[in-house]
Nanobody
Framework: QAQLVESGGGLVQPGGSLKLSCVAS????????IAWFRQAPGKERSGVAI????????IYAESVQGRFTISSDNAKKTVYLQMNDLRITDTGVYYC??????????????WGQGTQVTVSS
């Protein structure tokens, strides 16, 4: 059974950093992209970063461009999201998802359970 497990969330002060991990297991087919989405309190879930796997391409939401970096370690079947210069507006539950790419949630058919990121002073 395909599964994604996120980790690395926590409480951090504004300007701080966190690195999220998303470990994939049980996939019986290849997927084209892994994405990170987030859901802020009282808001809809939205895309943060995408890594297209073949060929490799990285895409970022404008709000995180220059601060967040998505990367992958194929040997470990893990995708990371390095988050620097965190802002209060980055607070939310972060989900990773596997699928076919793009910002639309229906393009992803496997989702993790989410990890909470709280940016607060």
């Amino acid at each position: 059974q395909a599964q994604l497990v996120e980790s690395g969330g926590g409480l951090v002060q504004p300007g701080g950093s966190l690195k999220l991990s998303c470990v994939a297991s049980g996939f019986s087919r290849d997927y084209w992209a892994i994405a990170w989405f987030r859901q802020a309190p009282g808001k809809e879930r939205s895309g943060v970063a995408i890594i297209n796997l073949n060929p490799e391409e990285r895409i970022y939401a404008e709000s995180v461009q220059g601060r967040f970096t998505i990367s992958s370690d194929n040997a470990k079947k893990t995708v990371y999201l390095q988050m620097n210069d965190l802002r209060i507006t980055d607070t939310g539950v972060y989900y990773c998802a596997a699928g076919w790419g793009g910002w639309q949630e229906h393009m992803y058919d496997t989702w993790g359970q989410g990890t909470q990121v709280t940016v607060s002073s």
